[in-house]
């Protein structure tokens, strides 16, 4: 049931769900490798020193520090971009809509830390407190991938958000209190790399040599300013433009791909090129390039190189009463728990914002429960608070033991919400949410005693169908009866999606029903060139329907429908919903008026 508008996000997920087998497969190799007959080839491995002479100047890290220091720039590059895009076009921008993932990845972050600092509250071990704030994206969404259909997808949405939330407050902290004496000309130097290459976008220079040379330039002032290397990727993401596809750059892009299939020669090959790469943001493509290398590359490979722990009677015996390990257990599976939770509901108490369709209270609680998996960037920053090797080596048995109780716990929570919902008599029955005049398309009287709501896919032929009998309803019910219209664009009718924007943009200039009539009537002239001259001929302003329909700008409404059909039991189109409750049936007007009257509200 999502649109199109979700791939981007669909193919995140599924980078993420997959790669979560290769770090699991990467950290047993480590804890393998850590415990087999030959141990102390692991600390030799990763210790051996590598050495990068240029002149006078020598750059000297051992090769676990060659992965932490220089391979995970690319994982923080790549977490930045996300983050860019979620706040330049994605769920961050809509404060309603994301204050309640982000209260929650608030509290998230407050609760964990807390709770490790009442069990370590001074010495080096305090200093750890960062290790139990972050979330590792890869195994949540692997979990989930697993649990499958049991998870709603505006659960999956809000924990997608949570974790892009989690993952600013996780670099900023790393940033901002696991950064070591300031060397200021060093950072002066990573800055004027930064403004160079925000230089060489302001020329327009689209290419990759420059931009690499100046991130190498920028990744070793970086570390010799003291701050974390890695958050080179992070600033460098930050200046990364993230929009939506212009109209005005993929005509043109069409325009030069005309030219070279009319006359194919290497000038016309070039141009047509670099302007279908200039027609989408760099933030996107460079997301598309280096994700899947972090995924299936990079972060199995720092899971190697960090998660091999010896795990004989006496470390293990020294974790289970240490505090550091206490404390990371306590704040990952409980404080992730109790702070997800509690802030996702006080943000909803105090009318911030509200949950998406389909989020119930255990189902929230499993899946705050899952976030307490704090893999990755937990590991990372142990590496970073802890200088002691057996305070790091009980930190490290923490994290990974409150990975597993985290997911064992998340697990079983989705478990009982399974079973409480397979003792409920099939799908969901109620609407959900209820109209809301405030954002639903309503015909008829916003007051009228009788409701049908239907939702609808504008190329689907049962739904043209259906429209006839909505007609004669309305018709005979007259002022009594309020239609309201939702979409769910099916993924086996290609041109829906955008014929739903389409009427989304129609109502932002006040022609909802016209739109809606007329899409229906012409079921076969649904591509974007229709839509517009449809526009045109309702006269409306046809720039601005164009410019929001490429810029994708009411998607967002579009998706919600999805999650509310999918959180009221809609399995296709048409489906209706006579005075709140799902009909079942024929849905011809004399079935329909029937069951309005039968159901009326008594006052």
């Not at 990068?52 to 995970?72: R, S, Y």
């Not at 599976?333 to 369709?357: H, Q, T």
């Not at 032929?461 to 769910?488: I, K, M, N």
């Not at 389409?502 to 809606?516: L, V």
Request: with cysteine; net charge negative.
């Amino acid at each position: 049931m999502m649109t199109r508008l979700a791939a981007p996000a669909r193919r995140y997920l599924d980078t993420e769900a997959g790669s979560a087998g290769l770090l699991l497969l990467a950290t047993l190799a480590a804890l393998a490798w850590a415990n087999s007959p030959w141990p102390d080839s692991y600390d030799r491995f990763w210790h051996t020193e590598l050495s990068i002479t240029l002149d006078t100047h020598t750059l000297n890290l051992d090769l676990k520090h060659w992965v932490n220091d220089g391979l995970m720039v690319f994982f923080f590059l790549v977490v930045g971009l996300e983050v860019k895009r979620e706040l330049a076009m994605g769920e961050l921008t809509d404060r309603r809509r994301a204050a309640v993932p982000l209260a929650a990845a608030l509290l998230g972050l407050v609760a964990p830390a807390l709770l490790f600092l009442a069990i370590n509250p001074s010495g080096e071990a305090a200093s750890a407190w960062g290790v139990v704030i972050s979330t590792d994206t890869a195994f949540l969404l692997g979990v989930l991938a697993l649990v499958g259909s049991h998870v709603s997808t505006g659960l999956r949405l809000f924990l997608l958000t949570l974790a892009v939330a989690d993952d600013i407050g996780a670099l900023t902290i790393i940033a901002l209190f696991y950064t070591e004496d300031l060397d200021l000309v060093a950072l002066a130097l990573a800055a004027l790399g930064i403004a160079a290459m925000l230089l060489l976008r302001y020329l327009h220079v689209w290419r990759g040599p420059g931009y690499f040379v100046l991130a190498i330039g920028v990744w070793i002032a970086m570390y010799e300013s003291g701050v974390h290397p890695t958050l080179a990727g992070v600033v460098i993401a930050m200046f990364t433009p993230a929009y939506p596809a212009r109209r005005e750059q993929v005509e043109e892009a069409e325009r030069l791909t005309r030219a070279f299939r009319q006359s194919p020669n290497p000038e016309y090959a070039r141009a047509a090129r670099l302007s279908i790469e200039r027609s989408v943001s760099l933030n996107e493509r460079m997301t598309r390039l280096y994700h899947p290398w972090t995924s299936y590359v990079i972060v199995p490979i720092f899971a190697l190189a960090n998660a091999g722990v010896r795990l004989d009677g006496d470390t293990i015996s020294d974790a289970s009463s240490s505090p550091v390990t206490i404390g990371i257990v306590v704040g990952l599976v409980l404080g992730k728990l109790i702070g997800i939770w509690a802030g996702a509901y006080a943000a909803v108490r105090f009318r911030l914002g509200e949950f998406a369709p389909g989020i119930t209270g255990l189902g929230l609680a499993a899946g705050a429960a899952l976030s307490g998996i704090g893999f990755t960037i937990s590991l990372f920053i142990v590496d970073l608070a802890l200088d002691d090797p057996q305070l790091a080596d009980e930190a490290r048995i923490g994290v990974l033991a409150a990975s597993v109780l985290a997911t064992a716990l998340g697990w079983g929570l989705f478990r009982v919400a399974q079973a409480r919902q397979g003792e409920m008599p099939g799908r969901p029955l109620k609407l959900d949410p209820p109209v809301d005049p405030a954002r639903d398309h309503i015909r008829g009287p916003v007051d009228a005693p009788l409701t049908l709501v239907e939702y609808g896919d504008f190329e689907c032929p049962f739904c043209s169908t259906a429209t006839g009998s909505v007609h004669e309803l309305q018709d005979r019910l007259g002022d009594q009866l309020r239609y309201v219209f939702r979409h769910l664009p099916l993924d086996v009718h290609p041109h829906a999606p955008l014929a739903a924007e389409a009427s989304e943009a129609a109502a932002a200039q006040g022609r909802f029903w016209e739109m809606y009539d007329r899409l229906y009537e012409r079921q076969d002239q649904l591509s974007e060139r229709d839509l517009i001259v449809h526009a045109y001929e309702l006269g409306l302003n046809v720039e601005e329907f164009a410019r929001e329909l490429v810029e994708s700008r009411y998607a967002p409404i579009v998706r919600d429908h999805v999650l509310s059909a999918e959180a009221s039991g809609v399995g296709g189109t048409p489906t209706f919903f006579v005075n709140g409750v799902r009909h079942v049936g024929p849905f011809d007007a004399e079935t329909l008026a029937a069951r309005l009257l039968e159901t009326a509200p008594v006052h």
